[in-house]
């Protein structure tokens, strides 16, 4: 938990580096506020708390340089301590272990491991664990950093391999997916009999298929039911020397016994393009011969190169729910959500448990409905109330709830957002 202290509210404050209102903190003063009730707290002073509301350390936030990205890493990997304390382990990688592999190795479920930018050339396996394999660039400091930390497989197998019965609790965050090779399934990612969270990742320039096989970017097999949001997957190839027609899903291969969730809104939408299969070339599901009536994969929001997309790019195109589809074009639109009369920041902490916080910036007042629901779409807690201008928290206790993924709705008159929340136990 982390608090600024300031008492009243100033375009800038002397000191401050090129005047600049630092973006890590924002400056709130409400009622039962900890830092200012507690801790008579100073301008210019930020307070780090426990999970108690201890106090454990304070600084003078303006000795940083918020275009700094060395000082940006300072505060990001100061709060990562902090909290490793008593919450996830932290890992590095290159700081700690020279390779991904090692740090995976030497982790202990639930903790993160956080990659610095690079050409990591190498094959990881997420052995047994539930881990969060996270690119450090996707701090969010700067975004042509996207992409910049790079798991190259060169050709050698499946680049990342996750069977060991994971669940969504297992996250890998914000990487360069390429060069993997294999015989059978799974060139970049193989998931099977498990069901972790891949998201906003980049995969593509990887193959799947000898004398047949799947899934040229991500193949699911066995019994699993991943969470794959907002990667942009493209150039991957399902192909061998074999004459038949035996190479499914360039993009991604899903086999009968598995049910993904693909997308679910705007941001969180993957994008589909330049993928090669025999059947599928963006998404493949395998089915027997005699299913006439089955679930739908859910697959809402994402982006293809055509929409709604053929059976060329879809197979077979009745075992995907593809509603509100997009066509590629809009995933290079900046914004694609229109301009909003609040802006909903993503929750903090997150993952969380069992207490995150909810902040939402209003521009003009007015009522807001607040709603959070699971993956089914099962509303599980909901505010709705009248906002007057400026910042304002909600906490939400999901005491109550199982671990999983969910998702924060708010809804104004004019507009509406959606954030994902990620709840560990």
């Known amino acids: 938990m982390i608090g600024v ?19 890590w903190v924002e400056d709130r003063e409400e009622e039962g506020y900890p830092v200012w009730d507690d801790y008579e707290a100073v301008q210019r002073s930020t307070y780090f708390l426990d999970r108690q509301g201890e106090l454990i350390y304070q600084f003078n936030i303006t000795t ?21 304390n008593n919450g996830p382990g932290i890992l590095r990688v290159i700081d700690d272990y020279l390779s991904i592999q090692s740090a995976i190795d030497n982790a202990m479920n639930g903790d993160i491991i956080l990659v610095d930018p690079g050409v990591y050339n190498e094959q990881i396996n997420f052995l047994d664990k539930n881990i969060s394999l996270v690119a450090l660039p996707y701090s969010g400091y700067e975004d042509n950093a996207y992409g910049s930390v790079v798991l190259d497989g060169g050709g050698q197998g499946s680049v990342v391999t996750i ?12 990487f360069k997916i ?11 990612i193989l998931i099977e009999d498990s069901s972790p969270t891949i998201d906003r990742n980049i995969i593509h320039n990887n193959i799947a298929g000898s004398c047949g096989g799947g899934g040229g970017g991500i193949a699911i097999v066995g019994t699993s ?84 997309p053929d059976s060329f ?35 903090y902490p997150n993952p969380f448990n069992p207490i995150t916080n909810i902040s939402i910036s209003i521009t003009d007042p007015g009522f807001i409905n607040l709603t959070i629901h699971n993956l089914q779409g099962k509303l599980v807690d909901q505010w709705n109330t009248f906002l007057e201008i400026g910042n304002h928290i909600f906490i939400w206790d999901a005491q109550k709830l199982p671990t999983g993924i969910y998702f924060i709705k708010v809804e104004s008159k004019q507009s509406n957002d959606t954030q994902k929340a990620i709840l560990l136990k």
């Open 313 to 347: 790019e879809v197979y077979p195109l009745n075992a995907w729910d593809l509603d509100s589809c997009h066509d590629i074009d809009l995933a290079k639109i900046d914004p694609i959500i229109p301009l909003s009369d609040f802006h909903l920041s993503p929750n």
């Open 64 to 84: 940083l340089d918020p275009e700094s990205p060395e000082d940006y890493s300072y505060i990001i990997n100061l709060i990562l301590d902090f909290r490793s």
């Open 178 to 188: 390429q060069n993997g090779f294999s015989q059978n399934y799974g060139g970049g």
């Open 225 to 308: 039911y991943p969470h794959i949001f907002g990667n942009e997957i493209f150039d991957n190839t399902v192909q061998g020397d074999c004459d038949c027609i035996c190479y499914f899903g360039g993009g991604i291969y899903v086999d009968s016994s598995s049910w993904p969730i693909l997308g679910g809104s705007v941001t969180i939408g993957n994008i589909f393009y330049d993928n090669y299969a025999d059947r599928g070339e963006s998404l493949y599901k395998n089915f027997s011969v005699d299913s006439f009536n089955w679930d739908q994969i859910y697959a809402h929001h994402n982006y293809f190169e055509e929409c709604p």
């Open 163 to 174: 069977n060991n019965g994971q669940d969504q609790s297992s996250i890998l965050l914000g």
């Open 5 to 23: 202290g300031k008492d009243a509210y100033n375009s800038s404050l002397d000191g401050m580096i090129d005047q600049n209102i630092l973006p």
